[in-house]
């Protein structure tokens, strides 16, 4: 990972214990929210896919447009498919912890120079900078999904208008 984040400390082996583990519940804390917002931005773009199929269904029933309009609205349906298929279609999750292989190493477990508390405080703090990792790409990418999102619904937003208003220029006509 880029810009990986890394405790800078001189004498880590003299932070208090409790102080990290406290760090770590509330980076987990927060990182399960980011993972909420994650899920709740999915659910918004399946929601629009929802919006996306009878305006689909309903340009393609319209017979009052012309050819050029009818081509700009399709080329906004697409791209606005496109851009929804790219939030709803799974992410890229990075989760905190560890995998046993990986603690399984002569520096955690077999490591005589460290004692019993210097070996579990070296293990939380490594565990709190993979938590702060895993937070600063889920904020990342909720950020770029969210974007996406927005203007998504201004696609919609402006496919709904063009429709809207040659349905009201043909029926007056």
């Known amino acids: 990972m880029e810009n990986e984040f890394k405790y800078k400390l001189k004498d880590w082996d003299k932070v208090p214990v409790k102080s990290m583990e406290l760090t770590l519940t509330q980076s987990e804390k927060f990182h399960a929210k980011c993972l909420e917002i994650a899920d709740r931005i999915s659910q918004r773009a399946i929601w629009c896919v929802g919006l996306f199929?009878?305006?689909a269904v309903a340009i393609v029933s319209f017979q009052g447009l012309s050819n050029c309009w009818l081509a700009v609205?399709?080329?906004l349906l697409l791209v606005n498919f496109v851009l929804l298929l790219s939030i709803v279609l799974p992410r890229v999750e990075w989760f905190p912890g560890f995998e046993p292989r990986s603690l399984s190493t002569e520096a955690f477990l077999e490591n005589e120079e460290l004692s019993d508390d210097q070996a579990y405080l070296a293990l939380v703090i490594a565990e709190a900078e993979n938590v702060q990792n895993s937070i600063d790409n889920t904020v990342k990418q909720n950020q770029r999904r969210s974007l996406i999102l927005k203007i998504s619904?201004?696609?919609i937003a402006v496919t709904y208008l063009i429709v809207g208003v040659f349905q009201l220029l043909t029926s007056t006509s």
């Open 53 to 55: 199929i009878p305006l």
């Open 73 to 75: 609205i399709v080329v």
């Open 153 to 155: 619904l201004f696609l």
